[in-house]
């Protein structure tokens, strides 16, 4: 089957190398076009002189279907011991492939388009809502303080900018409902833009407020709570606020 595939790719590779990277080809088709747009005899000679991309590609794949090189791939694989080989890694990437050209995860999929997108709304509209209220006669649209008080209970008490995530889970539930990948990379763009804005205002906190350098370290989660950044295998929660984009 694998030879099959390769000697299939290596046909596909000659005719596009006939068609789009022949000079000669061309030349033929069209004579008028020649006459117009003709090229000096040494640059025509290089020209056809020099291998392609598509040629190089044609000879490394035209080897590997050479059968000693196919032996050697079969041996390969089955040199070692049956779990030593880092088996379980190659059947989570097979199985994540699969799931992907499929669309979904057999059983859970429904679950997770749930919890990923009305769901998830519902939490950062609450997260948000939460953060308004807390902050009270303080909220600004801006970066720049102007309360007289630095609010550190209520929701503020577990993450560092709830509104900030209640707005980025409200736009990437909206991105899973609607199933649209651009919104869901500006979504991306918008997290990035929150996190540069954040440490602006968090700068302007820490000149305003003395207290406030003691309350970052206490809490450590700028966009996740604490008992979320706690699971999370990227993060360290012992670490302190500076750490990076997934606080």
């Given at each position: 089957?694998?030879?099959?595939?390769?000697?299939?790719?290596?046909?596909?590779?000659?005719?596009?190398?006939?068609?789009s990277f022949s000079p000669l080809t061309r030349t033929l088709t069209n004579p008028m076009q020649t006459i117009q747009h003709s090229s000096p005899p040494s640059t025509l000679l290089f020209m056809s002189n020099a291998p392609s991309p598509i040629d190089e590609i044609k000879v490394k794949i035209t080897k590997i279907i050479e059968q000693d090189n196919l032996n050697s791939i079969l041996g390969n694989t089955l040199n070692g011991e049956f779990g030593t080989r880092g088996e379980a890694y190659v059947a989570a990437q097979v199985f994540l492939v699969l799931c992907i050209l499929f669309g979904g995860l057999p059983i859970l999929g429904d679950v997770l388009n749930?919890?990923?997108?009305?769901?998830?709304?519902?939490?950062?509209?609450?997260?948000?809502?939460?953060?308004?209220?807390d902050l009270g006669s303080s909220l600004s649209p801006w970066p720049v303080p102007t309360g007289d008080d630095l609010v550190t209970d209520g929701i503020y008490?577990?993450?560092?900018?709830p509104i900030y995530a209640g707005l980025l889970a409200i736009m990437a539930g909206f991105?899973?409902?609607t199933?649209?990948?651009?919104?869901?990379?500006?979504?991306?763009?918008?997290?990035?833009?929150?996190?540069?804005?954040?440490?602006?205002?968090?700068?302007q906190l820490v000149k305003e407020f003395a207290e406030y350098s003691s309350y970052r370290e206490?809490?450590?989660?700028?966009?996740?709570?604490?008992?979320?950044?706690?699971?999370?295998?990227w993060t360290d929660s012992d670490n302190d606020s500076n750490n990076g984009s997934f606080e």
């Open positions: 089957m694998m030879r099959l595939f390769l000697a299939l790719t290596v046909s596909m590779l000659t005719f596009t190398s006939v068609e749930l919890l990923c997108g009305p769901l998830l709304m519902i939490a950062g509209a609450a997260a948000a809502i939460l953060g308004v209220v008490s577990q993450m560092r900018h991105s899973v409902v199933g649209s990948a651009p919104r869901l990379l500006l979504t991306a763009a918008l997290w990035y833009l929150l996190d540069l804005k954040s440490d602006y205002e968090e700068k206490a809490v450590p989660g700028k966009f996740f709570p604490q008992a979320i950044l706690a699971i999370l295998p």
